[in-house]
């Protein structure tokens, strides 16, 4: 008896490749967790068949900003994420990392918010990736290493801007993490921990970014008024180290500044005539982080996503708990601590436009912790392709994909993913455009999306029938060996 030709096959579908190319029939073959063929191959021998038939079949999608860092490490399956059709997540993002920390340095929030209780720890970013390799999760990781993370580890005190010589220890570590296999630095600039940081002590820890084929990604200093002067300051953090620029989830806050994504968009057009610039959003008018002690952060509507040492106030509003205490809200924030919150600081409008706009990509900001994470943990991908792409019409399913498949992985670097083409690696979702949509919510945000119907990663199933199979076939990502041209 003849071996078959390949391991699995998918049959039947309409592809969208990832590319913002038109879909296409065709057939894909697997082998050896590769795409060895895409065409008319219904009548070749395969070990497996899916049947795909009146679906898609697309790129896994890869998540550009996550916070996942350990969970791929304590909950492998990853069903969060697998579910909604994700294959990939970038993590590290917003300055934090879990590597490097030793076993007694401090982790203010939000370091904690990533780290959780302590318990899981890597003195050095070689030690993480090993742990993610020794213990494979569901989807491969693309991780970058955190700013915030490297100056609670070298920094004496948080509240000023680094001496030369903790600029130098920062400096190694970046190296270090570079030659483990980080795929670029993020920043945090907005949270205290790091809001002392100068532009010049960024650029000088990064300096090993230049040349290595990284990226720079960061949560700027200000999303609010200063927005513009933010965006200004990462293209010149970029400009002067010489690589790519990732504006992480990308909006304006504050009533005040709805509105203003048509200057921002307009500056980030401008500054993409001379340098690599991208960006990512998720689709949400509500954002979600540490819950902050700030009054000016805590205007408009807060809703408590986690609380350590309350964690029955999870789902409820913070004015609501304040006011059943009989506290002021500051008050209230102080009893909850540590704690994450969600906030309604956005504006519908802005929020189409920064998803809409040519160059942006889909990342949750997921922060998988807790009882009533925001429902972008559970939703992103799913609401992006069945609300605003097929309800709203903000734009083709085919660059609704791209956004989350092939121009992502260009901007990280993520070679042979992103796209369904011959020997790229079979990272696949087979979805029902007809009823993909999410289904988490503020009040229950915890379910599974509707309509994403199987999921592989490497050629091998991790989601079918609506659960997680077990398998763990993730891999860590490499980034591109030679700089962005
Ligand atoms: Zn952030
Ligand atoms: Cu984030």
């Not at 600029?167 to 190296?175: D, F, G, L, S």
């Not at 040349?211 to 720079?216: F, I, L, N």
């Not at 708990?321 to 409008?349: H, N, T």
Request: net charge negative.
């Amino acid at each position: 008896m003849a071996s078959p030709c390949f391991d699995l096959l998918i049959e039947g579908g309409t592809v969208i490749d990832g590319t913002k190319a038109p879909r296409f029939d065709a057939d894909i073959g697997i082998v050896a967790g590769r795409i060895a063929a895409i065409g008319a191959l219904s009548g070749q021998e395969a070990a497996q068949r899916i049947d795909a038939r009146g679906r898609i079949v697309a790129p896994g999608f890869i998540d550009a900003h996550t916070h996942d860092d350990l969970a791929v490490l304590r909950q492998p399956d990853m069903d969060f994420k697998v579910s909604q059709g994700v294959t990939t997540v970038v993590s590290g993002n917003c300055g934090i990392s879990p590597a490097p920390l030793e076993a007694d340095t401090p982790t203010p929030q939000p370091i904690s918010l990533a780290v959780g209780d302590d318990s899981l720890r890597f003195a050095s970013f070689a030690a993480y990736v090993a742990a993610m390799r020794r213990a494979p999760a569901a989807l491969n990781v693309a991780p970058l290493l955190g700013h915030t993370t490297l100056r609670a580890r070298c920094v004496a005190d948080l509240q000023r801007a680094a001496m030369p010589a903790e600029i130098e220890a920062m400096r190694a570590h970046v190296q270090e993490a570079l030659d483990a296999g980080a795929i670029g630095v993020s920043t945090g600039t907005y949270y205290p921990p790091a809001a002392a940081a100068t532009t010049e002590e960024i650029i000088e820890v990064c300096r090993p970014l230049s040349g290595s084929g990284g990226v720079y990604a960061t949560h700027m200093r200000d999303e609010q008024d200063a927005v513009l002067q933010s965006l200004d300051e990462t293209f010149r953090i970029g400009r002067e180290l010489g690589v790519p620029v990732v504006v992480s989830h990308h909006k304006v806050t504050g009533t005040a500044n709805w509105g203003r994504s048509v200057e921002t968009l307009a500056r980030i057009g401008a500054a993409m005539q001379c340098q690599c610039v991208a960006l990512d959003c998720y689709p949400y008018t509500a954002g979600s982080t540490m819950l902050h002690n700030d009054p000016v952060r805590l205007q408009g509507r807060v809703l408590i996503a986690h609380s350590e040492p309350q964690p029955k106030m999870a789902g409820r509003e913070l004015d609501d708990i304040a006011r059943e205490w009989g506290c002021d809200k500051l008050e209230a924030v102080r009893r909850l601590q540590p704690a994450s919150a969600i906030y309604f600081m956005m504006d519908e409008a802005d929020v189409q436009r920064i998803l809409a706009y040519e160059h942006t990509m889909i990342g949750s900001d997921g922060i998988p912790l807790g009882e009533r994470p925001h429902p972008r943990l559970w939703g992103t991908f799913p609401r992006v392709l069945g609300h605003y792409s097929r309800t709203l019409n903000l734009f083709p399913l085919e660059t609704a994909v791209w956004k989350m498949t092939g121009l992502t992985a260009r901007n990280f670097g993520l070679e042979g993913r992103g796209t369904l083409a011959e020997g790229a690696a079979a990272d696949i979702v087979v979805f029902d455009a007809d009823s993909v949509i999410d289904t988490a919510t503020y009040d229950d945000p915890q379910r599974a999306a509707a309509g994403i119907e199987q999921v592989l990663v490497a050629g091998v199933p991790v989601w079918q029938q609506g659960r997680p199979t077990g398998a763990r076939p993730g891999q860590v990502l490499r980034r591109r060996t030679a700089p962005q041209p």
